[in-house]
């Protein structure tokens, strides 16, 4: 299983990111994706999911109105549209797989990706 996260980068305060998450090596519409992120020094923390149709979003308090999330079945992939950044967005985003059902705790999810690096200048 694979989970290949790619699109961050460095960016101004208010400007805005597309990351994806391409997946394979598993039944993609078998699984939630979620987002996290971890900045320097602090602990990893959730940011965004999408169950396995596509029908349910779930987003942190810190990004909702700013972050949309959504997913391509078709494609095997997920997607996070980041806008109006801050510089507090600064971390590695990382994508991740579940099954459990449980979508904001880390310990749930099966699968995890590597992790994309978004900074943001203020």
């Known amino acids: 299983v694979q989970l290949q996260a790619s699109g961050g980068g460095l960016v101004q305060a208010g400007g805005s990111l597309r990351l994806s998450c391409a997946a394979s090596g598993l039944t993609f519409s078998g699984y939630d994706i979620g987002w996290f992120r971890q900045a320097p020094g602090k602990e990893r923390e959730f940011v965004a999911a999408?169950?396995?149709?596509?029908?349910?979003?779930y987003y942190a308090d810190s990004v909702k109105g700013r972050f949309t999330i959504s997913r391509d079945n078709s494609k095997n992939t997920v997607y996070l549209q980041m806008n109006s950044l801050k510089p507090e967005d600064t971390a590695v985003y990382y994508c991740a797989a579940n099954v459990d059902g449980r979508l904001r705790l880390g310990a749930f999810y099966d699968y995890w990706g590597q992790g994309t690096q978004v900074t943001v200048s203020s």
């Open positions: 999408i169950t396995r149709s596509g029908g349910s979003t």
